[in-house]
């Protein structure tokens, strides 16, 4: 959450110790449809805060997982490769294809790199072991692929879970403002003349920016004439 959500939902809750602490006062309200939902929006804010904040740490994760799983399929798998094919492109012409994506490459570049060399290598390894690669570096270089692959879909899908949280919170937040709102047009009925009680709700309900100015003043006015 951001810091006004974050100020938001503090408010949400300094509303909900007001009005139980005075509920004999204000059971209608208490017992009514609208309090029900706006306590059952609390948590659901709560529990969408959760997720965001284990998608968040896990994102951290994945971001540096994926990095090293990167440096590894370009690194120790596709420079080596194609270090050799430049040396026999003349030779192997076919080897061409065989080319180490550069440093800041997307992770689909270095994914097709890796499928082309692939392709080329199945016909055309006898060279690499003359250079003393592993009889299964072809194998390896598929798994490193295929690792790039699964990190990747665990990173869009843990991006995809932060931001449905997010929305969720910034929709709930935004409905628990219009809730009291509604709160606020019913309180001073509720309260029948209790004029420090209606101050103590102002206090519990206000925003820090409202704090200090009556409500309904939104700027202050200076006169120009």
């Keep these: 959450m951001n810091k006004r959500q974050e100020a938001a939902v503090r408010r949400f809750g300094t509303v909900q110790i007001f009005l139980d602490r005075h509920e004999d006062t204000f059971a209608t309200l208490n017992k009514g449809s609208a309090r029900a939902e706006f306590d059952a929006l609390v948590r659901d804010i709560a ?4 997720t965001q904040a284990i998608a968040e740490t896990r994102g951290e994760g994945l971001t540096a997982q ?10 120790i798998h ?7 094919a430049r040396s026999r492109v003349a030779d192997t012409p076919a080897f061409s294809g065989l080319t180490l994506p550069h440093k800041s490459a997307s992770d689909d570049t270095l994914d097709a790199a890796a499928t082309r060399a692939v392709a080329i290598l199945r016909d055309e390894s006898s ?6 690669f592993a009889e299964d570096f072809v194998e390896q270089l598929e798994d490193a692929a295929a690792t790039l692959r699964s990190v990747r879909a665990d990173v869009r899908e843990n991006r995809l879970e932060l931001v449905h949280a997010t929305r969720e919170i910034a929709v709930l937040v935004k409905h628990g403002g219009a809730l009291i709102r509604l709160f606020d047009a019913l309180i001073p009925r509720l309260a029948r003349g209790n004029r420090e009680l209606v ?23 200076t006169s120009t004439d």
């Design 47 to 50: 529990r969408h805060a959760v």
């Design 66 to 75: 994926l990095r090293v799983v990167r440096d590894d399929l370009r690194l």
């Design 127 to 132: 060279i690499f072991f003359e250079q003393c």
């Design 199 to 221: 101050a103590g709700w102002r206090l519990a309900s206000a925003t820090k920016q409202a704090l200090g100015r009556p409500r309904g003043e939104r700027h202050a006015h």
């Design 78 to 84: 596709l420079q080596p490769i194609a270090a050799v």
